[in-house]
C-alpha cells in the first residue's frame, strides 16, 4: 500500500520562503516520478512540479518556474518542495502524487499560506 505523507507547510509573509516535504513508503520510491500539486478550495487541483525517479529531470509550471525547486533523496524516500518569493496567489493546499501500477495516489495535503 502506497501511503505518502506531506508536512512543512504554514503561515508565511509574502516574498518568504517554505520547504515541502513528503515522505513515502508502500513502493520502490526510486522508480518513481513524484509530484507536487495544489487546489484551492472550489478550483480544480493544478500541476505544480514533477521530477523523474530515473533522471531527476524536473518539470514546472509557469507560474512557479524560477521561484519553487523540487529535489529528492531517493535514500529517504522523500520529495522536496523548495518554494521562495512566495506570493498571496500560492496559498493553497499542497499534496504530493505518484502513479504506481497505474493507480494514482496522493497525500492528504499540507496548507501553505501567503500574507501580503
Known amino acids: 500500500q502506497v501511503q505518502l505523507a506531506e508536512s512543512g507547510g504554514g503561515l508565511v509573509q509574502a516574498g518568504g520562503s517554505l520547504r515541502l516535504s513528503c515522505t513515502a513508503s508502500?513502493?520502490?520510491?526510486?522508480?518513481?516520478?513524484m509530484g507536487w500539486y495544489r487546489q484551492i478550495p472550489g478550483k480544480e487541483r493544478e500541476f505544480v512540479a514533477d521530477?523523474?525517479?530515473?533522471?531527476?529531470?524536473?518539470y514546472y509550471a509557469d507560474s512557479v518556474k524560477g521561484r519553487f525547486t523540487i529535489s529528492r533523496d531517493n535514500a529517504k524516500n522523500t520529495v522536496y518542495l523548495q518554494m521562495n518569493s512566495l506570493k498571496p496567489e500560492d496559498t493553497a493546499s499542497y499534496y504530493c502524487?505518484?502513479?504506481?501500477?497505474?493507480?494514482?495516489?496522493w497525500g492528504r495535503g499540507t496548507q501553505v499560506t501567503v500574507s501580503s
Open positions: 521530477i523523474s525517479g530515473s533522471s531527476g529531470r524536473t
Open positions: 502524487s505518484c502513479t504506481v501500477g497505474g493507480n494514482a495516489y
Open positions: 508502500g513502493h520502490t520510491f526510486s522508480w518513481y516520478d
